[in-house]
């Protein structure tokens, strides 16, 4: 999810306010953030090559054990799970993970974020009890040191509920996905992007248990959502769009 992305690579690069850039540093800087320009054009290839250059900066000028290093490994993490490449992803979150742990101790958001990524490929390669241990501890960490109601936790509840179903655990999966989107209600907004994202989640649910009414019904509230924000150019809808069409190919609709 883009929004995501965007919102953990604030809080990634929340590490620059820690250790203030001195006049060589722009440059690993300027490397990590037009890495992260390909990332969201899903340019992978490109964001892959800038972000293995930010990490050879990173660690010349900082060392290999180093808070920004640490950043660029996420970074380079986030490039690798959103590209397919589950395992050397899970290289990168875990060495960003024990040098964020070491450096910021073990409950703070920057850890809860890895900890996020490492429990989206767990979920992917169908690995659903390391999947919620992992983001059970994203979670706890989010809410005590953010509190219950922010986009963090609400993303955690939502990436709970998708686990859940993985599992086939409908009836848990919609409470953390209900959970997720009455987070977003008072933290987002009714009619932000990121209540788009929750509802989508939780009309996958529906759609995985056949309630075709329930789901369609989530993805209406959806479509106005995005057009609200983006207009008649509809962006970033494909996975609204990608279960309107399940919908109807399940419901055995010629449309």
Known sequence: MKSLFKLVLIITLGIMAINPVDAAEPNWDALILQSKDYLEEENYQKA???????LIVAERLFGAEHINTAATLFNLAEIQRMSGYYYNSEFYYYNALRIRERILGREHPQVA???YGLAQIMMARGEYQLAEDHAQQGLVIFEKTNGPDNIETANSYALLAEISAGRLEFQ?????GTKGIEIVEKTAG?????MGNALITLASIYIKQEKYIEASSLLQQTDLIYMKNYGKKRLDTGKHLY????ILR?????K
């Open 250 to 254: 399940l419901q055995g609709d010629p």
């Open 172 to 176: 848990e999966a919609e409470s953390f």
């Open 190 to 194: 009714p009619n932000s992007l990121s």
């Open 243 to 246: 279960y309107q069409a399940e």
């Open 113 to 115: 974020a890895c900890y």
């Open 48 to 54: 892959l090559n800038i972000g293995e250059q930010a």
